[in-house]
């Protein structure tokens, strides 16, 4: 299991540092995607059509991140390893990290807890940008050179199994919806509520 982990970090992590835009690409998205999930979940809160449906959503894409970190708290005390720049040779790292427990990945965690319950619930044609979005965060992660292929699957795994447990809970829990309706609602624009 540790040699073929090893082995798709290095298939993925060999790419970097050979051509400087793709290499930006990453490096802006393996840093700075949760700056741009946090402007899009403005967006979203504020700007967009259906702001009731879509706040509905977020408030519970965020619970599904709440509950996604929390496990994977527990999934990191169950098992424990460092960066790949740590132990491995010939590592390519093209951002600083810290030296510490690398599983799960938090930033698989946040997009997939998020990207996957925004996914679930989208009747959008492009709802699979969702999921490719968070897909690209994640191989980011390896190819920058802080993360192994098990940790962003791992974090990804946890993500998508607490987006469907949230949606669940909604479904079967009265006070939680009415806990979303009123966030939902709250501070709403002045256009938007002639509109409701």
């Not at 840093?31 to 403005?42: A, E, G, H, T, Y």
């Not at 491995?88 to 951002?95: A, K, M, R, S």
């Amino acid at each position: 299991m540790n040699q073929l982990n090893n082995n798709l970090f290095y298939a993925i992590n060999h790419f970097a540092g050979q051509v400087q835009v793709i290499d930006w690409f990453f490096i802006i998205a393996a840093n700075f995607s949760p700056i741009l999930l946090i402007l899009f979940i403005l967006y979203r809160c504020f700007f967009s059509k259906q702001l009731i449906n879509n706040r509905q959503r977020i408030f519970l894409a965020g619970l599904s991140f709440v509950f996604a970190e929390l496990l994977g708290k527990i999934a990191g005390l169950l098992y424990n390893h460092p960066q790949p720049f740590v132990h491995l040779t010939g590592v390519h790292q093209l951002v600083n990290h810290a030296v510490d427990n690398a599983f799960p990945s938090d930033h698989s965690l946040l997009f997939f807890s998020i990207m996957s319950l925004l996914f679930l619930t989208s009747q959008s044609k492009y709802r699979s940008l969702y999921l490719i979005s968070a897909i690209l965060v994640g191989v980011a992660r390896i190819w920058v050179g802080v993360h192994y292929p098990i940790d962003v699957v791992a974090g990804g795994l946890i993500g998508f199994v607490s987006s469907g447990c949230i949606l669940w809970l909604n479904q079967k829990s009265a006070w939680l919806d009415l806990i979303n309706h009123k966030i939902s609602h709250f501070l709403l624009p002045k256009f938007s509520q002639r509109r409701h």
